[in-house]
């Protein structure tokens, strides 16, 4: 059903929009949500709300399901359809917080008090292995564990045996230039990124190495070591392997992940569904809401109903009844100026808008 923005606005729907997108978990429903519009289809309406109503039966009972964040997979889920691709660190630490949520939610569900939601979660992945797959390789902050795998462990292990050795030679030959006198400076200086020792410039042929610099003065000649370029070669060597072998490592394990990119693509949509009832649940719980009965007698029957923007913005709200049923067919308004016939009837459209797009109506009895 096409209305204006206009509309929307003025009646205060926009505003309620707006509250669902901020309270949802996901970029699609967050869209999805700033868009919501009528439906005339009747069927799905009652069955949206018998979702919603199921998980708001839980948040009465406590029983809070572990949402968490569902980002845009679209980028690595295409990752998994090409041979020989490698997911990046954020791509896997999403993944792993789907998998989280998958297997945690389908257990919640579980328990008997979600019947119309008990079809939808046998669906829902729940893949342990590929908890720990993910988990094996990197840490809590998401880096590459030095143990990732048997090869990776021993290369860290060459990396930090050489680095000992560069600082341990170039420790000696500091001591060695500065009992000698070569040195202008006392310290180990760095230049273009590289360790050297500040040599005094009538000294510089006392040790072979390549000149990484001078001062300002031209007092001081900063030389490393050729012994030390011979070592830092080596920790070069080392880190192209480090480099080759966490590639290899990541291409492994999104080899693991693309047998199981259906059932993937299956729980992400399943818990946009869920994430998108769980939103509504809480609107109708944040505004103490029922799911309104839709009548074949064209009924409008609204007992101590209360406009819904009123109370998102705390401010005091005056219950409305309104019974147009039977023989009762039309309703007239009448008062003085601020009296509240405009918001009784913003109301009554609000509410039509609201129960057309699947949300529950903050009343005692709504039809």
């Known amino acids: 059903m096409k209305i204006a923005d206009a509309i929307y606005t003025d009646l205060g729907f926009t505003t309620i929009r707006q509250w669902l997108a901020k309270e949802s978990q996901s970029e699609k429903n967050r869209n999805d949500f700033l868009n919501l519009s009528p439906s005339s289809e009747q069927t799905e309406l009652i069955q949206s709300h018998k979702y919603t109503q199921e998980l708001l039966g839980g948040m009465h009972r406590k029983d809070t ?20 691709s490698e997911l990046a660190a954020n791509d ?73 050795k560069v600082q341990s030679r170039l420790n000696a030959l500091f001591t060695q230039a500065q009992s000698s006198g070569w040195l202008q400076d006392e310290h180990i200086a760095l230049r273009n990124g590289r360790s050297v020792l500040p040599f005094k410039t009538s000294q510089k042929r006392k040790i072979k190495g390549i000149i990484q610099g001078q001062s300002a003065t031209g007092q001081t000649v900063f030389i490393e070591p050729l012994e030390i370029i011979e070592l830092n070669n080596d920790l070069t060597n080392l880190e192209f392997k480090r480099i080759k072998e966490i590639s290899r490592i990541l291409r492994e394990l999104t080899k693991f992940f693309k047998a199981y990119i259906n059932e993937i693509l299956i729980s992400i949509n399943i818990l946009l569904k869920i994430d998108f009832h769980y939103t ?31 109370e998102l913005a705390y401010k005091d709200v005056v219950p409305l009844n309104i019974d147009l049923s039977e023989d009762e067919t039309i309703l007239l308004l009448s008062g003085p100026n601020a009296g509240g016939k405009t918001v009784a009837l913003k109301t009554v459209g609000l509410f039509s808008v609201m129960a057309q797009c699947g949300l529950f109506i903050p009343a005692k009895k709504c039809i």
């Open 65 to 84: 399901l572990p949402i968490r964040p569902i980002f845009n997979t679209k980028s690595w889920m295409d990752k998994l359809n090409i041979p020989g």
């Open 92 to 164: 896997f630490k999403e993944l792993l917080n789907l998998l989280i949520q998958s297997r945690e939610i389908k257990k919640n569900l579980a328990d008997g008090n979600y019947p119309h939601w008990s079809t939808q979660i046998d669906e829902l992945i729940n893949l342990p292995a590929g908890e720990q797959q993910i988990s094996s390789i990197y840490d809590d902050a998401f880096e590459i564990r030095h143990n990732a795998s048997v090869q990776l462990e021993q290369i860290y292990g060459e990396i930090d045996r050489t680095r000992e």
């Open 280 to 310: 509504l649940a809480r609107f109708a719980q944040h505004t103490n809401s029922l799911a309104p009965l839709f009548s074949e007698e064209n009924n409008l029957i609204l007992e101590e109903a209360r406009n819904p923007i009123l």
